[in-house]
Every structure is written in structure tokens, then in C-alpha cells.
């Protein structure tokens, strides 16, 4: 607790000049101090002193007062047993400085003491600790408090720095030198701290750094324990102000990420040490510096950062890559590592990305904390290299748990101990997924392994060449008849209800790499055949818990290629099991256990429903959820009665920006060039209590009249997204009534080509909600209307039987 230590009933006697005992004080406040803060709350009740001593041999801070990091922020809870002006009337002891006076106007000065007493109703201080991560520029950011007068003061930060003894030869003489403890001082689990102390009030709190609106990644508040007063703040009393994220501060949640700074400010260790250093064997993957986790003795041992937790927002995507190589930190040569080790222990296990998500269970001393560790969130893919930058790799959806954490540590750990980790270019970028495919890296021509795993024993590699492409996915050491690549399907892409298509291309191989034909039609384990020349089997692998249930989902219909790829085809419902389970995998089985299997091309494809269009789902809204739309940028959607012209329609609101809205990620594959498409949605705006119309100007360009727009978002790997408009709201917008946005567009080769591709409603004035139905994107038939390329030819003159007329 926070209640310090309680004088009561005590009578001082025998101190003071009087006695001959020069300087002596019944309470004497000591010089020392740990990190300048003054956290040893207390109370006094009941003291007695003998009649006529003065107020400064009663009580002292004046040594306290002289420490040059003390931030003069004592408080003492009195009964006013040392109130210089009425004994009977309670109050506090606080610092003689505008830390502790800036919000009362009722303080008078303890004479000789160095104190002021405050009394009255309102003269009822408690703190609050606000913590966040310690970087060297955090010396330059502060609380600024405001009262409901306009007083404003700014809080200073502080960070109880570790100190260490060294042994450093000066002047020819070994000495023993107080020096900072960087270890101690750089670990994850250290705070910076900022505590406000003050009297009964209303405030508003904001971080600031050099004049403006900053947030440090993220703050966990705890409040001190309640003094005895009757009136002290809480959480009613207090406004800290989350200045809305720009786009810039989410487009890489990880700062310093090559550490170009020269420095590793922003990072943690987990263990070890860390160093940003300016050469990694004469190549480094970009700029001047990469960053580096050094010295490790345990697996556990990495480094990592906080996240901006405003960027941690439901069902926002995010794609992780960690650019990473291992050296050796004796020998400093480079190494590789086994993608496929699982064993955390093993010497030649990779390292993996790990979030740590702390979230209070309450503000109030004691109330402890609950911790996730969520892993992993990035993983090695192969193959690895040794003489190469590798890759880490990984992509998530920000879950409630995420998004209501205090804090979530981003922390790259894993490998054995002796190795150092030199990393560069770390991001944790936003990104789309595409629910018509759950499945991930479905042709390997990125050229690596990510999102695949295994299933039983089996080593997966890359396999070149791929079916008509550079690359497929390749078993090896297969152990059982079950053992196989496998994925895990995005859940969040998984409807009950709904149907997929599945497909693969698929090549057997034998120990010697030459091509196993199987035999189209043979049942695994029947007959006299059992397994030799069995044809592979696609199938699902649905874990609830400990039970674990495959399901086949797709065979080889035929006719079969002989020594050649052949394809699998086949489809699955998503039923309430599939749902319901912890994950899902597809893989392939049935397959002679000695017999490599070779992939490419795979496809898990949604049936899109019949009452949409085959680009847009659920366009409609009559299902009754926003399935397959997501949040774009910040907000929140649902479902709003009635629609257009059904029962539903989709609503986007608590928009605080202009450019947040909803996206709906499109299906590329589907797409045909040179083709001319015409988008359309009807749309209607409100404020944000969702009823009062609200007119937009569809003149307007920017601000605070301007019309909701369609655009496009392409995305690939390591570049910029690129957006264009393609629709935008009719000449004459009706308020009150549903407007009809349209266009007419063609795909662009990039977007055709794209890793991915959304379609984005956005741009409605910021805190202005948009309620939207019926969106369409439709192949348009101009053959019988569009004009001409060239003009058109006839033998004779045209006739008329009169003139024409002008």
C-alpha cells in the first residue's frame, strides 16, 4: 500500500536550543532519496509539543529541501497538530514549491521549516502514478495538468537509474567507480514514472514533448491509496487526454527499427544486452546501423519494444517482418538454424516473434495484473542462409485482448544461448487480408516458407521448379502416412454456412527424386494394395482441446499425368465444429510414408453468396452482421435497421478522422483486365448520435462538408500502398435520404497483380457516421452503346427529305 507510516498519540519532549542540543527537531525530514519522487505518504494524529516551541523545531524538510533530485513533491497528512494558524483545523504538509501550490490558493508558510500548510475542504491531496517506457528522449516529456481554471502546470518524469560499481584505473590506481547499470536500466520491465499529487479538483492530463501532444507508447495508471479526507480525486476527477494517432504512427508500430539513431533507443532486453552497430561483416540489410541482441546466456534472452497501443485497435491487420541474421559470439561467424525445430531448448532452433500483453485488473495498488504471452507472432522462413540476410515472418489481427491491454511487448527471443542476434529493418506494418482465401503464401513464389508449418514427422523446404513457376513447397523425412505441410486457416474467414473450394497441384517424389505415380482410384488401406500408389488425400485437421478430428476435403478426380503435376480438387461447409475449434488446418495424408509430397498453387476458395456480387460479398447486408467488411484506420461497424430497400444496411461510426471508414478486401484472382466495371453503394450520412441527417457538398474536396468517396488500396510486400479514388456521391446529395455513389473504372494491371486489394469507403467528414447498403462491383456490357474507335463509312451521301434544322 501507499499509507506510509502513522504517528499517533505521540508526545515530543526534551528537543530544541532550549535543551542545549543545537539544530534538533522533533521531525526532521531525511536527505535521502531514490529517484526524486517522494512516495513515503503519512499521517500524523494527535502530536503534542510543549507549549511555545516554534513551528521550525517541530518539523523540518530543510535537509530534504537541499537534495538536487528531490522534485519537491512532499505531502503529510495532518489532524492539525502542526497547523501554524489553528491546531484544530486539519490539512497537509507539502513542499514550499509550485509542484505541490499551483492548484491551492489555502497554504501558509511553516516558518523555518521549508513547508507550507494547506487546510480547508479542499486541501485533500492524492497521487497518481502514471507509468510508461524509459527512452533518453523521454527526458524531454511531461505531464501537463490543467484545472477547470485554466492553471496549468507541468509535471517532470522520473526513472530510478541502477547504479553499479566498476573498477577503472585512474592515475595508475585501481578505484572503484559508481557508474549507470545498463543492464538493469535498459530492462523491459522497467518504468518511467509521472505523479501528480493534487488537492480536490477536476483536471485534464495530456503528455507533451517540446509544445506538442505526444504518447509514449503506452501508460499504466495506478492510484495511491485514499488519504482520510472525505474529498479526493478519482477517476471521475481526472481526463487523460490519447491524441489521435496520424497515419505515420501506425504505418511502422516500431520505432528506431534498423537503429539508425545510432543507438538502440526505444528497445528492451529481455535478457543480455543490446548494441545498434554500424557494421555485421561489411553488409549490413539497409542504412548505417542494424540493431543487435548481444551477450545472451538463456534461450529466453532477446530484445523488443513496446507498441503504440492507439495503433491496437479490433480486427485492424498487421503484417510483421524481422530481417534477421545469427552469429556466433565467440567465433563471430555467421550460423543458420532448423525452420522446422519446435524444440525451445534445441541448439539449432530459430529465433520467433512473442507478444507480451499486460493488462491491470484494476488502478488501485493491489489489484494486480494478468499477463498473455501470445507466440508466435512472426516465425523463421526458409530457407535459411548463413551467408544471408533471413527473414522472421508473420501477420495477426489485433484481438480484444490486444486492443484492451495496457501494454503489449513486442519481443524477438529464441535461439540457443552464445549466439547474438543482429537484426535491421523491423516492422509491424498494416496490412489487408483476403477471407475468399484463408490461406497464405498459396503459390511460394515469394520465394520462402511463410505461414506453412508441419504436421507429424516432416521437414518442409522450398522446391524448385514450382508448377510452371519458380518455386513449390516440398516435404522431406516424411515418418507417417499423416506427415505433411500444413497451414492454419484464418477463423476470422470462417462463416458457419459457408461453402469452399479447395484445389492444389500436387507431385509425388521418392528417395531418389524421381517422380511416384500413384494410382487414381485406390482406397488408402484397402484391399490387398494397403498403401502403395495411393493417391494423395486434401484434408482438414479441426483441435478442440485435446481432441483432434480430420476430415477429407479434396482427391484427384483424374485423368492422372504420369510423371507430371496432377490437381486436387474438392470443397468443405464450415459447420459449428469448425468454428468452435482452437484451429484448423489443411494438409495433405494418405500418402506412403517414404513418398515426398511436392505442392504448389494451393486454393481455398470462398463460394460466393448468390444474392452478392462475385466481387463484392455480402453487399447487402441481409445476412444481418458486416461479415467480410473491416474497419479502415479507426471507428467502429455494425449493422443498422432498416436498409435501402431489405431489413439491414452497414453503419460506420465514431470516426474521429476523415480517412477512417471500412474496407472490403477483393479477390484479384477473379478479376479481368481491360474489362470495364462500374462500382455503386447507397449512402446516407448522420451525426454521431445515428439519427440527426447530415448534408455533405459534393463540391467539397476536403473538410468538414465533403462527401463520402470509393477508393482502391493495392498493397505488396515492402512497398507503399497505392490508393486512387474511382467513385465519388452524385451531383445533388439529398439529406435525409440514400444517395446513390457511383463509377466507372478498370482495374489496373498493378491492382490485378497485387498481394492484395481493397476497396475502401472513406472520406465522409470526421465524427460524421455513414450508413451504407447495397454495394456492387459489376462488369459493364457496352458493346451496344460505346462510341466508335474510328467514324463510319458509306458509299453514298446520307438522304433527307428536308433540311436539317438548327
Known amino acids: 500500500d501507499s499509507k506510509g507510516y502513522v504517528l499517533t498519540n505521540v508526545t515530543f519532549e526534551n528537543f530544541g536550543e532550549d535543551t542545549g542540543c543545537i539544530g534538533s527537531v522533533a521531525i526532521d525530514m531525511d536527505e535521502q532519496v531514490r529517484d526524486g519522487h517522494f512516495d513515503a505518504y503519512s499521517s500524523f494524529h494527535n502530536l503534542t509539543f510543549p507549549a511555545g516551541s516554534p513551528g521550525s523545531e517541530r518539523f523540518s524538510m530543510c535537509n530534504l529541501e537541499q537534495n538536487p533530485i528531490f522534485l519537491h513533491d512532499l505531502i503529510i497528512q495532518d489532524d492539525g497538530s502542526l497547523n501554524p494558524s489553528d ?108 505523479s501528480p499529487i493534487l488537492p480536490y479538483g477536476e483536471y485534464t492530463m495530456r503528455f507533451k514533448m517540446r509544445g506538442l501532444s505526444y504518447w509514449p507508447q503506452f501508460v499504466e495508471a495506478i492510484w495511491e491509496d485514499s488519504p482520510d479526507c472525505p474529498l479526493h480525486i478519482d477517476d471521475t476527477n481526472i481526463n487523460l487526454i490519447i491524441p489521435e494517432p496520424a497515419e505515420s504512427d501506425c504505418s511502422n508500430i516500431i520505432s528506431n527499427p534498423g537503429g539508425e539513431t545510432g543507438s538502440y533507443d526505444f528497445w528492451a532486453h529481455s535478457g543480455g544486452a543490446m548494441e545498434a552497430v554500424d557494421a555485421v561483416g561489411g553488409n549490413l540489410f539497409s542504412g548505417s546501423y542494424a540493431i543487435a541482441s548481444v551477450n545472451r546466456t538463456g534461450a529466453w534472452h532477446g530484445i523488443g519494444q513496446f507498441m503504440d497501443t492507439r495503433c491496437l485497435t479490433i ?30 531448448n534445441a541448439v539449432d532452433v530459430c529465433p520467433r516473434v512473442v507478444f507480451r500483453a499486460r493488462k491491470l485488473k484494476g488502478n488501485n495498488i493491489g489489484d494486480g495484473v494478468d499477463t498473455l504471452y501470445a507466440y508466435p507472432m512472426a516465425s523463421a522462413v526458409g530457407p535459411w542462409e548463413q551467408d544471408k540476410w533471413n527473414k522472421l515472418y508473420g501477420r495477426f489481427t489485433v484481438s480484444e485482448t490486444f486492443a484492451e491491454a495496457d501494454s503489449v511487448f513486442f519481443n524477438i527471443e529464441r535461439t540457443r544461448p552464445g549466439v547474438d542476434l543482429i537484426m535491421d529493418d523491423i516492422t509491424v506494418q498494416p496490412a489487408s487480408y483476403d477471407c475468399y482465401m484463408p490461406l497464405s503464401n498459396r503459390d511460394f513464389e515469394i520465394g520462402d516458407t511463410r505461414f506453412w508449418g508441419s504436421i507429424g514427422s516432416a521437414n518442409i523446404v522450398m522446391h524448385t521448379p514450382g508448377y510452371g513457376s519458380d518455386y513449390a513447397l516440398r516435404t522431406t523425412n516424411r515418418g507417417e502416412f499423416w506427415a505433411s505441410m500444413s497451414q492454419e486457416l484464418d477463423k476470422d474467414c470462417l462463416v458457419e454456412g459457408d461453402r469452399f473450394t479447395v484445389s492444389a497441384m500436387i507431385l509425388l517424389l521418392d528417395a531418389n527424386d524421381h517422380v511416384y505415380d500413384c494410382t487414381i482410384g485406390l482406397l488408402w488401406g484397402e484391399g490387398n494394395n494397403g498403401k502403395d500408389f495411393v493417391c494423395p488425400i486434401m484434408s482438414l485437421r479441426i483441435v478442440s482441446g485435446t481432441s483432434t478430428n480430420d476430415i477429407d476435403i479434396g482427391s484427384m478426380p483424374g485423368p492422372y499425368q504420369k510423371g507430371n503435376w496432377n490437381s486436387i480438387h474438392g470443397q468443405f461447409d464450415v459447420t459449428a465444429s469448425l468454428i468452435e475449434a482452437d484451429y484448423v488446418s489443411v494438409y495433405f495424408r494418405k500418402v506412403k510414408e517414404d513418398v515426398d509430397i511436392v505442392v504448389d498453387n494451393i486454393s481455398v476458395t470462398k463460394v460466393a453468396d448468390t444474392e452478392s456480387s462475385l466481387i463484392v460479398n455480402n453487399g447487402d447486408f441481409s445476412v444481418g452482421d458486416v461479415r467480410y467488411y473491416n474497419i479502415q484506420g479507426g471507428g467502429l461497424i455494425g449493422v443498422k435497421s432498416p436498409g435501402y430497400d431489405d431489413d439491414y444496411s452497414m453503419i460506420v461510426h465514431d470516426r474521429t478522422r476523415e480517412d477512417y471508414g471500412v474496407n472490403h478486401v477483393i479477390d484479384n484472382n477473379s478479376l479481368v483486365a481491360e474489362a470495364i466495371y462500374k462500382i455503386s453503394c447507397q449512402i446516407k450520412l448522420v451525426l454521431n448520435d445515428l439519427t440527426t441527417p447530415f448534408y455533405c457538398d459534393p463540391k467539397a474536396i476536403s473538410g468538414a462538408m465533403r462527401c463520402p468517396t470509393f477508393s482502391l488500396r493495392s498493397k505488396n510486400t515492402g512497398t507503399d500502398a497505392f490508393t486512387r479514388l474511382v467513385a465519388s456521391a452524385p451531383p445533388l446529395f439529398q439529406e435525409d435520404q440514400w444517395n446513390k455513389l457511383s463509377g466507372i473504372f478498370q482495374f489496373l494491371a498493378a491492382e490485378i497483380q497485387a498481394e492484395s486489394l481493397s476497396l475502401i469507403i472513406s472520406n465522409a467528414p470526421a465524427n460524421i457516421a455513414m450508413v451504407i447498403d447495397n454495394i456492387q462491383i459489376d462488369i459493364q456490357d457496352l458493346s451496344s452503346t460505346a462510341p466508335s474507335a474510328a467514324p463510319s463509312l458509306s458509299a453514298a451521301p446520307s438522304l433527307s427529305a428536308a433540311p436539317s434544322l438548327s
Open 87 to 194: 491546531n484544530t483545523v486539519p490539512g497537509v504538509i507539502v513542499s514550499n514549491s509550485t509542484a505541490m501550490t499551483a492548484f491551492s490558493d489555502n497554504c501558509v508558510d511553516m516558518v523555518g521549516s521549508c513547508a507550507l500548510y494547506c487546510d480547508g475542504d479542499l486541501a485533500c491531496y492524492r497521487g497518481l502514478n502514471i507509468a510508461t517506457w524509459n527512452t533518453p528522449e523521454y527526458e524531454d516529456l511531461f505531464l501537463e495538468v490543467t484545472d477547470l481554471h485554466g492553471t496549468v502546470f507541468d509535471i517532470s518524469g522520473y526513472f530510478d537509474e541502477k547504479l553499479k560499481d566498476e573498477v577503472h584505473t585512474i592515475n595508475g590506481t585501481a578505484q572503484l567507480v559508481e557508474v549507470p547499470d545498463v543492464y538493469e536500466n535498459t530492462s523491459y520491465q522497467r518504468r518511467r514514472y509521472y
Open 315 to 344: 480486427g485492424r491487420q498487421y503484417e510483421v517482418i524481422v530481417n534477421i541474421r545469427l552469429q556466433d559470439m565467440a567465433s563471430k561467424e555467421y550460423i543458420s538454424c532448423n525452420i522446422n525445430q519446435l524444440n525451445y
